[in-house]
T-cell receptor
Framework: GAVVSQHPSWVICKSGTSVKIECRSL??????MFWYRQFPKQSLMLMAT?????????EQGVEKDKFLINHASLTLSTLTVTSAHPEDSSFYIC?????????FGQGTRLTVV | AQSVTQPDIHITVSEGASLELRCNYS??????LFWYVQSPGQGLQLLLK??????LVQGIKGFEAEFKRSQSSFNLRKPSVHWSDAAEYFC????????????FGTGTRLTIIP
């Protein structure tokens, strides 16, 4: 199957700093990627749809100024958590789909202290 | 709007016993249906998927699922569980034209006892 690589796997940052998470499709081109957030022992909630060459589409309730998404190439989307606070601590997962089936990155555990 | 319900938050079964995890969906058109498994702190691994055709689909690790349109269900089954099956299981639904966002159920945590 297709491979989606996410980096870093985990990150700890200080409150007020920004963190960038990368999502790469390694063996296919992805005009669309998706960013999900997962709180402990909860399901995945879609945050935004990343569109190559255009603005991301955010789900209702997601702050676009806090969660900056850039999809500058057909194989890379980045999620930047700006001015992170402890409540932003979560598990972030990206996905991309070369066809009907979505492939997920390994996830990034963000801890804000 | 599409939605997925997994009625069982937590299930405990004995190793070697059979397993069925329930999933009901709500979708206005023919859905794409998926089951994913997630180990603690890990990403999601696809177990199986249903797009069309035979309503009984086989997946990896001995899992299977049956699509029942009349019941809007896509239950996951395994005849004999192994200790390594302990994980979180998510049912998801997507649009039937591909490359669309997925809507996930709340997940079922599976515990295996010796």
């Amino acid at each position: 199957g297709a491979v989606v690589s996410q980096h870093p796997s985990w990150v700890i940052c200080k409150s007020g700093t920004s963190v960038k998470i990368e999502c790469r499709s390694l063996d296919f081109q992805a005009t669309t990627m998706f960013w999900y957030r997962q709180f402990p022992k909860q399901s995945l909630m879609l945050m935004a749809t990343s569109n190559e060459g255009s603005k991301a589409t955010y789900e209702q309730g997601v702050e676009k100024d806090k969660f900056l998404i850039n999809h500058a190439s057909l194989t890379l989307s980045t999620l930047t958590v700006t001015s992170a606070h402890p409540e932003d601590s979560s598990f972030y997962i990206c996905s991309a789909a070369p066809g009907p089936e979505a492939f997920f990155g390994q996830g990034t555990r963000l801890t804000v202290v | 709007a599409q939605s997925v319900t997994q009625p069982d938050i937590h299930i405990t079964v004995s190793e070697g016993a059979s397993l069925e995890l329930r999933c009901n969906y709500s979708y206005g058109a023919t859905p794409y249906l998926f089951w994913y498994v997630q180990s603690p702190g890990q990403g999601l691994q696809l177990l199986l998927k249903y797009f069309s055709g035979d309503t009984l689909v086989q997946g990896i690790k001995g899992f299977e699922a049956e699509f029942k349109r009349s019941q809007s269900s896509f239950n996951l089954r395994k005849p004999s569980v192994h200790w390594s099956d302990a994980a979180e299981y998510f049912c998801a639904v997507g649009a039937n034209f591909g490359n669309e966002k997925l809507t996930f159920g709340t997940g079922t945590r599976l515990t295996i006892i010796p």
